[in-house]
Each structure stands twice: as C-alpha cells, then as structure tokens.
C-alpha cells in the first residue's frame, strides 16, 4: 500500500503539503489538493487517519426520488439509515448528477470528503462512476446493479425471477395465455434482468414466447400510449410491467381507450408502491420490500469493510394481488389505431441527439435472452 512518502515522492513535493492535503488543511490550494488527491488514488493510498477522526459513509443518488414516503428510494434510504445510524455511522445522503461524476472521480470524491464506504441508488449503465466502480477498492454497495470480478463491490435487489415466475403462475391460473411486457429500455441492469426474467416464466410455464407480445420503450406514457393497442390488438389479454409507475400509465392509457381493467385486460406491476392500493382498480403488483433492502445494503457494506468480500444480496419477491387481474376475457378486445398511434412524436422530451440514440438503442429487442 502506498504511503505519504510514496506521494510526495512522485508529485516532487514535501511530505508534510501531502499530509495537509490528506487532511483538508487550509493552508494548500485548491489545485494542488485534487493534484494530491488524485495521485493518492491512483497509488492506491487509504488515509487510515481520517477513517478514524470520522465515522462517514454515505448514499449517493440518482434518478430515484427519496424525500417523502410516497417515492420509491424514501425506505430504501429509511432502512439503511435504521440500521447504520445507531451504530455510530454518520449517514449523508448525497444527490449525485451525471455532470458532477464528470468533473470528479469517483474514488477522488470519496477520499476529498472521508467517506469510507457509499450505497449507490438509481444509476444508470452510462454513468460514468459505474465505469470507475469496477476498478475501485473503495467498499462500494449498488441497488439493483452488478459489477462483475471486484470484491469491493457488492450489490442488492430483489429477485427479479421470483418475481415473474409468481406473475406468470397467477395469470396461467386466472386462464391467460398471451401474456405480454412493457418495459424499459435494456440499457439498464434491471431491465435487462426483468426482461430476461419474462422470457424465462413463460417458458418453464409453457407459454408462447413472441416478440409482438413486447413492447420497450423510454418514455412512460409514450410507450404504453404506443404498446397497449398493439398488444391488445394481438391478442394479449393480460400485460408485466418492469416497473409500477409504466402500469400505472397503463390504466390511464386503457381508460382513455375504453378498455376495461381487467375485464378486457390484467394487468401487473412491478415495485408494490404505495399509491398502487389506491389506483382505480388497485394494481396487482410484484412487491420489493424497500425498508430491507436499504437494511442488507447497510450490511453488505458492513460486510465489504470487514474485508468479506460478498457478492450480490437478493430478496425474495411476493405477489400482492389486488384487482387489476382477473380471469381471461371470453372475447378478445380490439384497438382502432389512430395516426398518432401509427405515427408518434420520435422525441417528446427534444432529448439531445446522443441521449437520443443511446435511449433507442436500448429499444432495438433482441430474439431472446438478452446477455450482459
């Protein structure tokens, strides 16, 4: 392991501007601080000095929403801080951008604010931390992500297929055959994961896997506005969402287009949020129990700094089933496509072109399993 010697010696400076630097002395500028602090993580420095002035840790967040109970990182936050706070952790809980993992490293950002270990939530496989996590020696924990060959990282989700294996199994029983998925874009490790886990339900229950069933999509209301009369229209009597709020969408969507939830379509989420018991029917949903989840994010990261090198942390999934299902229509429901229909907006959000392109690459669908 490299030492402040090591540090100054390379950098060409004195071992003491290297120490105030480590140490957030005033007395050394700015540039020279992030001048230190990067050659410190490049040479693989742990300042073991300020582990122990400081007990810190934090939560780092992005595109996930965690201020009122009602948003789906609130408990996974909640959980965690349940169980780090009374063991003497300083918990922050820190938004993080795309923009602000361009400007600093990550391990540079860890080191500047004595964090010893980070919960990662809500990022995405083009953020640029998550190129910088699968070198990193920083113990490192991520929510429904997966870096491969580090041991200090480890990850937690929910059983994805567990979870579609209840759905399929509940709509085989209720007498639905054709039964279809809306979800996002594969550019994320979860999607990837639930379409996967789709496509594996209905073959070990036996039903027919075709890719007119499917529908990926980016944008929410857009792709259940595209995706619900083309299934609908193929047949599909009952439709998986990766995601709660794309099923929500749903009910609006078939709402404004005569269709009765569930006497012409069932429908089912994913996640169990709390405004799903209230929609109009109340959704039937896979549940993630978020509070524990935040709480094996707490210990997998206790794990990682004890020198465990865990690997990924999955709970189990349950079926909550409310009354967006019912038994198969006896008469398939049939969509009259408008132009809109046929002929949407290509970027409703006027996404920059790069943004664009890589979103669509993502709703190219593969024959099959998609592989990481």
């Given at each position: 392991m490299a030492t402040i010697n090591d540090i100054a010696a390379k950098l060409g400076i004195s071992k003491s501007t290297v120490s105030k630097a480590l140490n957030n002395a005033t007395d050394v500028s700015a540039e020279m601080r992030r001048k230190i602090l990067e050659t410190a993580v490049e040479m693989g420095y742990i300042n073991r000095r300020s582990h122990k002035k400081e007990h810190k840790i934090c939560i780092l967040v992005e595109n996930m929403e965690y201020d009122t109970p009602n948003q789906f990182g609130h408990d996974i936050v909640l959980g965690f801080k349940q169980k780090a706070e009374p063991e003497g952790w300083i918990?922050?809980?820190i938004p993080v951008t795309s923009e602000m993992q361009k400007m600093t490293p990550y391990n540079v950002y860890m080191m500047e604010h004595g964090y010893q270990a980070s919960f990662a939530l809500g990022f995405t496989l083009i953020d640029p931390w998550m190129k910088e996590f699968r070198t990193t020696h920083i113990p490192t924990v991520l929510y429904d992500n997966y870096i491969k060959g580090n041991p200090c990282v480890a990850s937690v989700g929910c059983d994805n297929q567990e979870g579609f294996d209840l759905a399929v199994k509940h709509l085989k029983e209720l007498g639905h055959t054709k039964i279809g998925?809306?979800?996002?874009?594969?550019?994320s490790y979860v999607m990837k994961a639930r379409y996967n886990a789709y496509l594996s339900s209905m073959e070990k229950y036996g039903l027919e896997i075709n890719e007119d069933y499917i529908g990926i999509g980016y944008y929410v209301a857009e792709s259940t506005r595209k995706y619900i009369p083309l299934l609908?229209?193929?047949?599909?009597?009952?439709?998986?969402?990766?995601?709660?709020?794309?099923?929500?969408?749903?009910?609006?969507?078939?709402?404004?287009?005569?269709?009765?939830i569930p006497s012409d379509l069932s429908i089912i989420g994913f996640d169990d949020l709390p405004m799903t018991e209230f929609t109009q029917p109340p959704l039937t949903t896979?549940?993630?129990?978020?509070?524990?989840?935040?709480?094996?994010?707490?210990?997998?990261m206790i794990s990682l700094l004890s020198d465990v090198p865990i690997g990924n942390i999955?709970?189990?999934a349950t079926l909550v089933v409310r009354s967006s299902t019912a038994p198969v229509p006896v008469s398939a429901k049939h969509i009259t496509l408008t132009d809109e229909d046929i002929n949407p907006d290509p970027n409703p959000?006027?996404?920059?072109?790069?943004?664009?392109?890589?979103?669509e690459a993502g709703e190219k669908r593969e024959s099959f399993k998609i592989k990481d």
């Open positions: 918990v922050d809980v998925l809306i979800s996002g874009p594969s550019n609908v229209n193929q047949g599909v009597t009952a439709i998986l969402f990766s995601h709660d709020i794309r099923a929500i969408s749903a009910i609006t969507e078939c709402g404004d287009r005569g269709i009765s896979i549940r993630q129990d978020r509070l524990s989840l935040g709480k094996c994010g707490y210990y997998a999955q709970l189990r959000l006027n996404l920059s072109p790069e943004t664009k392109a890589f979103f």
